[in-house]
């Protein structure tokens, strides 16, 4: 029935903070982007690798996201890569804080979690 993810959404609390994270950041291609005066929103979609799409959103007096403690519902946006090490490299250098890469227990991949601006966990996890 399902094929893929088609996209994600994110709600964000500062579009141009965002905006640069995703596209500066971590190198996503910008598809359209629009801003809705009636809602007083922008919305950025942005390309995945495999075809998928993130869309960034913008909405004012959005509230914030609890990640700490997590909270039900969706727990965080994994992306898969070549090489876990070589990311976290990449991300570090660019000033961006990430947690000490794990392996998983069942699979023996490396992984790793790190958060946009908002504090929306994001993880990295091994091909």
């Known amino acids: 029935m399902f094929k893929r993810i088609h ?3 994110i709600i964000c609390s500062d579009y141009e903070r965002s905006k640069h994270f995703y596209t500066d950041i971590l190198g ?3 598809i359209a982007e629009n801003y809705r005066a009636q ?3 922008y919305k950025l979609d942005l390309a995945l690798p495999d075809g ?6 913008s909405f004012p ?3 914030s996201r609890p990640s700490r403690p997590e909270a039900q ?4 946006l994994a992306f898969v ?3 876990v090490e070589e990311c ?9 804080e990430v947690e000490p890469i794990r392996i998983d227990e069942y699979t023996g991949k490396a992984f790793v979690f790190f958060a946009d601006p908002d504090g929306l966990p994001l993880e990295l996890y091994q091909a």
């Open 61 to 63: 007096g959005a509230p």
């Open 28 to 30: 996503l291609n910008i």
């Open 52 to 57: 998928g799409q993130i869309e960034l959103f």
């Open 7 to 9: 996209h994600v959404a």
């Open 88 to 96: 976290v490299a990449k991300l570090t250098g660019k000033g961006v």
């Open 81 to 83: 890569v070549d090489s």
């Open 73 to 76: 519902g969706l727990r965080h």
């Open 39 to 41: 809602r007083e929103s």
